[in-house]
């Protein structure tokens, strides 16, 4: 049988979320923290942008076009929060700076490096053309138009065009409760010295630090050793306090990994295996409510498995539409490449980018899944096709960026 591929596995989380959504509760936020936030509400534009003509530079509002050699008289002034309130006829002009509103009687500005001023005269050095330098009542944005719609991933540029708008706080979907579990026992806290047999827990803190750039509550579920009743126990604690549950270790078919076993007596695994390298063991599935992603013990299966499952999934729980895809582009691989046909591979590398604007692709050494330096050393995943085999430089590469930029 053959396995499921990685598009197959997103499809397959996808659907099985989208038919089972989260009753989300939102709650308000303060503009300045929303960022990074599932919006929860549509916005309308309460005003418009601009409010009202305004001058794009620092220069001179005229009635009308001008040609050059004319000369104007200077009969008031217009500045940012300071509108000129008087009249003005042909032959007479304004002062007026950037973002200071256009008098009704003017219909272009020339900019001030373009004329020669004589004290309350200006002569202009060059025709002044019509209708020049202004940015229109609602040019950029209309009041009454949607801005962003509900689902939408707050960024920082939503932040600037919200708070242009006068709005102080918006709705947003609450965090998700996700509640991380590592198991082994083999495993170790920081703080202690290890026996030899042991090792310390990196997936846990590694999980915690992926969460900080999702919109999470994390429930730190600590670890424990590989036993079957302490594992369902465990897994019922976490489906009754939280929304997503988050495994490490046990999922393989080692004689002491007993998570798939333990949550098939709480809930249900909709799936199992991917045709992935590293990383094959997935599991997810469902305790009661919550959602369930068992990842490999290996740290780099992981780190790799959070990336190409479980980010996207958590938005689309967290109410994110669309669902937020990573970048990804070509890049040519800088030395040859050893592939197996059959799975794909999730290599990582250090990309950079030619001086005629391509990139290139540099795997960061041995790519065994126990390998955490060479993650840490690079800047991006390879993505290598299942069905490819060997590669030789000069190929072309899909890379997606480590340092998640969704677009
Ligand atoms: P498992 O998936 O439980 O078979 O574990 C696979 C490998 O990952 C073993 O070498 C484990 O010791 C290691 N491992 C499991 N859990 C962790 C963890 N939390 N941190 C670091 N390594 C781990
Ligand atoms: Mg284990």
Redesign the pocket.
Known sequence: MSLTSIAELQTIIQNHIAQRPLPLASETLPLAQAAGRVLAQDIVAPVSIPSSHVSAMDGYALPQAAPAQSSLKIVGESAAGSPFTGSLKIGECIRIMTGATVPDACSTVVIQENVNREGERIVLQQDAPAAANIRYAGEEIQAGQTLFAAGRILRHADIMVLAAQGIASVLVQRKLRIAVL???N??AEAGSPIAAHQ??????P?LHSKLRDCPADIIDLG?LP?NLAATVQMLHQAAEQSDVVMT?????V?D??YLRQAVAQVGTIHHYKVAMKPGK?FVFGQLGSAWYFG?????V??FVGFDLFIRAALWQIAGATPIPQPLRFQAALTCNVKKAAGRADIQRAIISQNSDGTWQATPTGKQD??RILGVSQANAYMILPQECGDLAAGEMVTVQPLHEVFL
């Open positions: 590592s198991t082994g083999e495993l090792i310390y827990d990196s997936n846990r590694m670890k590989d490490s270790g046990g999922v393989s080692g002491y990994d063991p990842l490999p013990g290996n740290p299966s992981g899944s126990h």
